[in-house]
């Protein structure tokens, strides 16, 4: 899907205009218009309409088609509130658990090889940690937008106590992301 066609569904679904999205942005009425009807739209500037049209789905759309990062579970199958998203992460935490424990993930894991009748054993056990990966991140993001926070802002925040406590090497960090942490 276009970047365009996103941020189009995301004006309608908020009742903003293009007028309104230059506005505030500082963009040309010729700009707004390539954004939202011709397709090119920088990254940059993807963000900034998104971030204003303050919009979940838009959010997550646009990260999921441009930055390849993962959607996070949208579907009619649980409810949209807190306590149906805590049932069915703890679900998806203990079904995950439960095969680590039960295929002996940690010993194939420890092993460092597997044969062919543990691959199916890797194969169900890494389809189950997904879908607990995916529901954490999704309540994740639930809490981010109750502290009116993105994910990224929170994890730039957290940046400085990974490198200290050795998660993340300040060597490879982005010179965006060394940054960031010499600000604080």
């Known amino acids: 899907m276009k970047i365009s066609t996103i941020l189009k569904d ?3 679904r908020t009742n903003k ?3 309104e999205i230059g506005a505030v942005n500082h963009f040309s009425k010729s700009a707004v218009s390539n954004y939202f009807n011709k397709g090119h739209v920088p990254t940059d ?6 971030k204003q049209l ?3 789905d838009t959010s997550n759309s646009v990260a999921s088609e441009w930055f390849d990062i993962l959607k996070t579970f949208d579907g009619d199958r649980f409810e949209k509130d807190a306590l149906s998203m805590d049932a069915f992460t703890d679900f998806e ?4 658990h439960d095969t680590y424990v039960n295929d002996s ?7 460092n090889r597997v044969d062919e009748d543990e691959e199916a054993s890797i194969d169900n056990f890494i389809d189950e940690e997904l879908d607990n990966v995916i529901m954490r991140m999704g309540r994740l993001v ?12 929170v994890f730039r925040n957290r940046m400085e106590y990974y490198v200290d406590e050795h998660y993340m090497s300040k060597e490879n960090l982005s ?6 942490m010499n600000r604080k």
């Open 175 to 180: 010179k965006s992301q060394r940054l960031t």
């Open 45 to 50: 500037v993807a963000i900034d309409i998104a």
């Open 17 to 19: 205009s293009q007028k």
């Open 93 to 96: 935490n203990k079904q995950s």
């Open 142 to 153: 639930a809490l981010c937008k109750l502290r009116h926070e993105t994910l990224m802002t």
């Open 105 to 111: 993930i940690r010993k194939l894991i420890a092993d």
């Open 10 to 12: 995301g004006l309608k």
């Open 54 to 56: 303050d919009d979940y």
